[in-house]
């Protein structure tokens, strides 16, 4: 069971205790893509979503996944979060809208979970937002893209 840390000697799922681990500055960055019709891009650009202001909605979701991820993924650690930062860009072709999460903290585990729960949630709303003029939106991949801090140091991911 070498390198599976959720596992303890018996194979069981276990948390894993980082207790004793030193308190270091983490980071991770994470983005993700809602794919949708040229229409529902530009009624989202010219405020025209019925339901408000899809972006802003998106945005507080990001941020309330990223606090949310030890709720939602059953072993990951609450982590106390410094800072969550959510970026949302239009893209012309195909239609889209990029949203990034960079996720920060001072403490014992890393805060990969917290950016790509923040990515998530914050897509997850956007087509909540948009879903009357558009049901065949889709979302994805998300991925993450850079992480630094702790032992294992600093982690990007390879070009795309």
Same mark, same amino acid.
Do not use: F, N
């Given at each position: #069971?070498? $390198? !599976?840390?959720? !596992?303890?000697?018996?194979?069981?799922?276990r #948390?894993v205790?980082? $207790?004793? +681990?030193p308190?270091?500055?983490r980071?991770?960055?994470? =983005?993700?893509r809602i794919?949708?019709r040229?229409a529902t !891009?530009d009624?989202i650009?010219?405020?025209?979503v =019925?339901?408000?202001e &899809?972006?802003?909605v998106?945005?507080l979701a990001?941020?309330?996944g &990223?606090?949310a991820?030890s709720?939602?993924?059953p072993l990951?650690?609450?982590?106390?979060?410094?800072a969550?930062?959510?970026?949302l =860009?239009a893209e012309e072709t195909?239609?889209?809208y990029?949203l990034?999460?960079?996720?920060s903290?001072e403490?014992?585990?890393?805060?990969?979970? =917290?950016?790509?729960? $923040?990515?998530?949630a914050?897509?997850?709303a956007?087509?909540d937002?948009c +879903? &009357?003029i558009d049901?065949?939106?889709? !979302?994805g991949?998300?991925r993450?893209?850079?992480k630094r801090g702790?032992?294992? $140091?600093?982690w +990007?991911?390879d070009? +795309?």
């Amino acid at each position: #069971m070498d $390198g !599976l840390t959720h !596992l303890d000697p018996e194979g069981r799922v276990r #948390m894993v205790d980082v $207790g004793e +681990k030193p308190l270091t500055r983490r980071v991770a960055l994470a =983005e993700g893509r809602i794919r949708m019709r040229r229409a529902t !891009l530009d009624a989202i650009r010219e405020g025209e979503v =019925e339901k408000g202001e &899809a972006l802003a909605v998106a945005r507080l979701a990001a941020i309330q996944g &990223a606090k949310a991820a030890s709720a939602l993924i059953p072993l990951c650690h609450p982590i106390p979060l410094d800072a969550v930062d959510v970026v949302l =860009e239009a893209e012309e072709t195909p239609p889209a809208y990029r949203l990034s999460v960079r996720a920060s903290a001072e403490w014992r585990t890393g805060v990969e979970m =917290e950016a790509m729960a $923040g990515v998530a949630a914050g897509l997850l709303a956007l087509y909540d937002m948009c +879903k &009357a003029i558009d049901r065949g939106m889709t !979302l994805g991949p998300i991925r993450l893209l850079e992480k630094r801090g702790g032992r294992s $140091g600093t982690w +990007k991911a390879d070009a +795309k």
